[in-house]
Nanobody, 122 residues
Framework: HVQLVESGGGSVQAGGSLKLSCVAS????????MSWLRQAPGQAMEWVSTIYWYGSRPSYADSVKGRFTISRNNFEDVLYLQMNSLKPEDTAVYYC????????????????RGQGTQVTVS
């Protein structure tokens, strides 16, 4: 069965950096688009970024463009999110999700995602 396990969250001061990881199993990761989502306290789930398995350019939400970088290791089945210049408004639980999740689909019940990792920026 599909398993997605996120790690790397924590508390950081504004302007700092964190790198999130997501170990995937139970499906052919190397041929699957992957996404990062996040949910801030009291807010709806928000799409953050998507990366495809082929060499197309990743996509980012405007709120993180230029600060976050999504990447993947298809040999080890790991998805990453490098987050730089963090802001307090980036505080959220971050989830990795299987597939190319569209922004309007982020909150949908059909999204396969992990348990999340907390990122707190103060």
């Amino acid at each position: 069965h599909v398993q997605l396990v996120e790690s790397g969250g924590g508390s950081v001061q504004a302007g700092g950096s964190l790198k999130l990881s997501c170990v995937a199993s139970g499906f052919d990761f190397s041929r699957c688009a992957m996404s990062w989502l996040r949910q801030a306290p009291g807010q709806a789930m928000e799409w953050v970024s998507t990366i495809y398995w082929y060499g197309s350019r990743p996509s980012y939400a405007d709120s993180v463009k230029g600060r976050f970088t999504i990447s993947r290791n298809n040999f080890e089945d790991v998805l990453y999110l490098q987050m730089n210049s963090l802001k307090p408004e980036d505080t959220a639980v971050y989830y990795c999700a299987k597939g190319a999740v569209k922004p309007h689909q982020a909150a949908g019940s059909g999204v396969v995602r992990g348990q999340g990792t907390q990122v707190t920026v103060s």
